[in-house]
């Protein structure tokens, strides 16, 4: 069986006024990520992810930041796109595996909600999808909540 690893890993400040997507959905917060598109930074580590197993590059190479196409868009739309390129170099989904990095709000309870959505998106079981969240401990941007940053892995397998 031939698979393949790749890793991800993004960072986005927050400011008040914003909304926050995480994951696929919006989180009531008085902060929200900044961005080109919507800044959710798990959709964004996941493709990052997902790229590097395929050694398709990264996420900046597909959905450049000064391209005005990507102005505001929902990074959902970029996933699909990015699962689609996978799927086109001969790989699927094995799983991905997610840490956020976010002193609050406390996202525990929207987790079973984000592996719906981003399951459904990347057209793969929920199972394949693993979400965890941590603080850190009030150190550094994240922990002064200037902040949320994501890492993941994904592992991706040969068709046929």
């Known amino acids: 069986m031939n698979i393949r690893v790749g890793q991800g890993y993004d960072v986005h400040r927050l400011e008040p006024g914003r909304k926050f997507w995480l994951g696929g959905i919006e989180i009531p917060h008085n902060q929200g990520a900044v961005g080109h598109s919507d800044a959710d930074?798990?959709?964004?580590?996941?493709?990052?992810?997902?790229?590097?197993?395929?050694?398709?590059?990264?996420?900046?190479?597909?959905?450049?930041?000064?391209?005005?196409?990507?102005?505001?868009?929902?990074?959902?739309?970029?996933?699909?796109?990015?699962?689609?390129?996978v799927d086109k170099s001969g790989y699927r989904i094995g799983n991905v595996d997610v840490t956020v990095s976010l002193?609050?709000?406390?996202?525990?309870?929207y987790i079973p909600d984000m592996i719906r959505c981003l399951a459904e998106v990347m057209e793969t079981e929920e199972d394949n999808v693993s979400i965890k969240a941590t603080t850190t401990e009030k150190l550094g941007f994240v922990g002064k909540e200037e902040g949320v940053s994501a890492l993941a892995v994904a592992l991706i397998y040969k068709q046929g």
Do not use: M
């Open 103 to 109: 002193q609050s709000p406390k996202i525990s309870k």
């Open 41 to 85: 930074v798990l959709i964004h580590v996941i493709c990052d992810a997902l790229l590097g197993a395929a050694n398709l590059r990264d996420i900046g190479y597909h959905f450049p930041d000064n391209d005005p196409q990507y102005q505001e868009i929902d990074s959902k739309i970029l996933l699909k796109e990015v699962v689609r390129l």
